[in-house]
């Protein structure tokens, strides 16, 4: 026994419980005394320890420090026992310190601060590697490691925390300090917890109840290296397990509650500066913000996406960042992406939409979504936001919130969802609609959005009102924009019709690119023309005349055969229809060695259609629906064929006529082969487009002219951007 050290000196009892272990109580209680002024009493609590090291040690701590005072139980009684015995020890507020943890610079001096900026916190811990919601720099890890000794890690996390101190479900039991006031309130750990896990948890939950906060102290930093005083306990697995039940039981809304704080994180920010932080050298190229609706995924806009960000992967740092399913609980998570390149997913559970319209949300407004949206860009360097899609974010707001935060926009169209929810303009008969775009003052829209959407929870709004927004919101959004990208005159054409000429100095019409595919050569003729169809084959994409036709076409020689998903209907079964199942694109020239002919049979306007630029870079003729800005890229008889895609009859006469006159399938053929004359631009030719959007200012169009841009020289000579030429992004 050491002698009783005088309560006016101390501040604080540290309570430091020991079993074994002694390399980890000899680094933790050296941090104690490099970091931890005299004044804060230090007990070191021994359960007991058989490690014959132990005893000496403490002895030795204690003979030379006067704040340093030994208690050693006489027989081990577990975790719980031993700290309850520190906190009748004291009469104090108290500080749980784990003895395989390593206190840092100024760190009781910073949670002392947390605790005293309200009345109404009664618990506090800090940020560590380990400690599951307060882990950084990723949430919930297990023993993550940063760069650099503790001390540094601390000195980062002070010089970038905000201070915001979040209330969090319960504290960590790593490192708790604990007012005695709450201590009073609520009494000691519970030995119904047994050796210990959940005892803490426990504890936080009854203080919120009492009206005592448990916080999170955010900018102090202590490192924790893994539960050293349960290394020797027998079944530890079960014990976690009832103990979790026990929690459970207590307080059924516990797990709930953890689960809204990681899908909130507020120390995301935070998160993201650190990461920043660990790089070993810093990368001056200009960052991109991909935002999109999904990226792993081979719709045409997922693929254009990508092979955007390995195009500029050169000139441009890249991260996507996309609402997903995950496992996680978070409010992001990384994603598999290529090396140089970050995916990150929102947890899309965030979304919470009230309703629906083609199986996307609907919402034009999330807070939680864009709350989410906010802390990541602040915590990153992004100098370009590039909103590929908006989509499955149930909120055209975040735009505005990249503006707010000086970031340059850059909007590329894929579809009409600005002009309307049913972004593929196709009424509730599965009809083309014509209108410019939806209106709240138009009762034919009106009604064609009530028989769309459906409801998921509470909160929908009315049709007339939630149009009215979304027409305010939407045409921000375009107006907000630095630049706006469209692939076809036709979509420029539809965006000046919805939103006006005032927009045109915004435009871009730069068509998307294809990677260079091996091409087929002239197919030798076979007894049945093979008809391919690319990529998911859903309603908007001609499914119903699709069906018709093959009716129509059971005994012709012709072979139609899908390359993609479709949609599950019983018709399949009884066509004469080969059903290929999903592909990557790299396998198209393999796949697609014995087509004679690509069908594009889309009922909605096209944009673009990347089908049919795979189609010609592959040199396959296509035949393609006379849709949207199909007919810019498409001319008939001479680099393809185009047909009325009104009904599956006339598709069918259209099949049959080519069938019989196969010679002018080998026309389009040959002139395909003509280089010169190939109707679909490679990737690399249009990167230097992009680049020069990402880099300059958009310019001033003349008033009026509604005409494409004319191409950069340095575009068309195919020279890379020096660093001298390019304009650094506002």
């Not at 009832?242 to 953890?258: K, M, Q, S, T």
């Not at 704080?261 to 660990?278: H, W």
């Not at 012709?556 to 009884?574: D, H, K, M, R, T």
């Not at 005409?707 to 030429?725: C, N, V």
Request: hydrophobic share 40%; net charge positive; aromatic share 6%.
């Amino acid at each position: 026994m050491t002698k009783t050290i005088d309560p006016s000196l101390s501040d604080y009892d540290i309570l430091v419980p020991i079993f074994n272990a002694h390399d980890d109580v000899r680094r933790c209680v050296e941090s104690l005394l490099r970091h931890t002024e005299p004044r804060h009493a230090i007990y070191l609590l021994d359960d007991a320890s058989p490690d014959k090291k132990i005893a000496p040690l403490l002895r030795d701590f204690a003979a030379n420090h006067a704040h340093i005072k030994v208690v050693t139980a006489e027989k081990n009684g577990g975790f719980i026992a031993n700290v309850n015995r520190g906190f009748g020890l004291s009469r104090r507020d108290v500080i749980i310190l784990n003895s395989d943890t390593e206190v840092t610079s100024g760190w009781l001096d910073r949670m002392d601060r947390c605790r005293h900026s309200d009345s109404k916190i009664g618990i506090v811990s800090p940020l560590s590697n380990n400690a599951t919601i307060l882990s950084i720099p990723v949430l919930r890890a297990r023993k993550t490691w940063m760069p650099g000794q503790p001390d540094d890690i601390a000195v980062l996390v002070e010089a970038h925390s905000e201070r915001i101190y979040p209330k969090i479900p319960a504290a960590i039991g790593f490192c708790m300090l604990i007012t005695r006031e709450t201590l009073d309130a609520v009494g000691f750990f519970d030995p119904e917890f047994g050796l210990g896990y959940g005892e803490e948890n426990d504890l936080c939950l009854r203080a919120w109840a009492a009206g005592k906060h448990s916080v999170c102290c955010d900018d102090a930093y202590v490192q924790h290296y893994g539960e050293a005083s349960f290394g020797h306990v027998e079944n530890i697995g079960e014990r976690r397990r009832r103990n979790a039940e026990l929690l459970d039981r207590r307080w059924p809304g516990y797990a709930a509650a953890v689960y809204r704080y990681c899908q909130a994180n507020p120390l995301r920010k935070l998160f993201e500066q650190l990461r920043l932080s660990q790089a070993v050298r810093p990368d001056r190229r200009p960052h991109i913000l991909q935002v999109i609706h999904n990226y792993n995924a081979p719709g045409g806009t997922e693929l254009h996406t990508q092979d955007i960000v390995e195009r500029t992967s050169k000139q441009f740092r890249q991260t996507i960042v996309f609402p997903g399913a995950m496992t996680a609980w978070s409010d992001f998570c990384e994603a598999p992406a290529k090396t140089g390149t970050r995916a990150v997913v929102l947890n899309r559970i965030n979304t919470a939409p009230t309703h629906r319209i083609l199986d996307q949300p609907g919402d034009i407004c999330n807070e939680a979504v864009e709350e989410n949206f906010r802390q990541f860009i602040a915590g990153g360097d992004y100098d370009i936001v590039h909103f590929q899609h908006l989509v499955g974010w149930a909120s055209l707001r975040l735009p505005r919130i990249a503006k707010e935060l000086g970031k340059r926009c850059v909007l590329s169209v894929h579809d009409y969802f600005l002009l309307c929810p049913q972004y593929v303009l196709l009424n509730a008969a599965g009809e083309r609609c014509h209108k410019a775009r939806a209106s709240a003052s138009d009762e034919e829209c009106l009604r064609c959005l009530a028989a769309q959407r459906t409801a998921v929870r509470s909160g929908m709004p009315a049709v007339g009102e939630y149009l009215r927004d979304r027409e305010s919101l939407s045409r921000e959004v375009i107006e907000m924009m630095d630049a706006v990208v469209v692939p076809s005159q036709f979509v420029c054409q539809r965006l000046l019709g919805a939103f006006g000429e005032r927009i045109a100095d915004k435009i871009r019409v730069i068509p998307h690119g294809v990677n260079m595919l091996a091409r087929m050569g002239q197919r030798k003729p076979a007894r049945k023309m093979r008809v391919g169809i690319l990529g998911s084959l859903g309603p908007q994409k001609g499914l119903r005349q699709v069906i018709e036709a093959a009716r129509l076409l059971k005994d012709a020689p012709i072979q139609l055969e899908v390359f993609g998903n479709v949609a599950p209907v019983p018709e399949w079964s009884s066509l004469p229809v080969k059903l290929h199942g999903g592909y990557r694109r790299q396998q198209l020239p393999h796949l697609l060695r014995e087509m004679d002919l690509i069908l594009i049979p889309s009922i909605f306007d096209e944009t673009f259609c990347l089908t049919l630029s795979e189609a010609q870079a592959l040199g396959i003729p296509a035949l393609a629906s006379a849709v949207g800005a199909i007919p810019e890229r498409v001319a008939d008889g001479e680099t393809g064929f185009l047909f009325s895609p009104t009904t599956g009859k006339a598709l069918a006469d259209k099949l049959l006529e080519l069938s019989a006159a196969p010679e002018r399938i080998r026309k389009v053929e040959g002139r395909s082969e003509n280089s010169k004359s190939r109707p679909w631009t490679r990737t690399r030719k249009i990167t230097p487009n992009c680049t020069v959007i990402f880099c300059m200012p958009p310019r001033r169009a003349r008033p009026g002219r509604l005409l494409r841009r004319p191409q950069p020289r340095l575009a068309q000579s195919g020279r890379k951007i020096s660093h001298e030429s390019r304009t650094t992004p506002a």
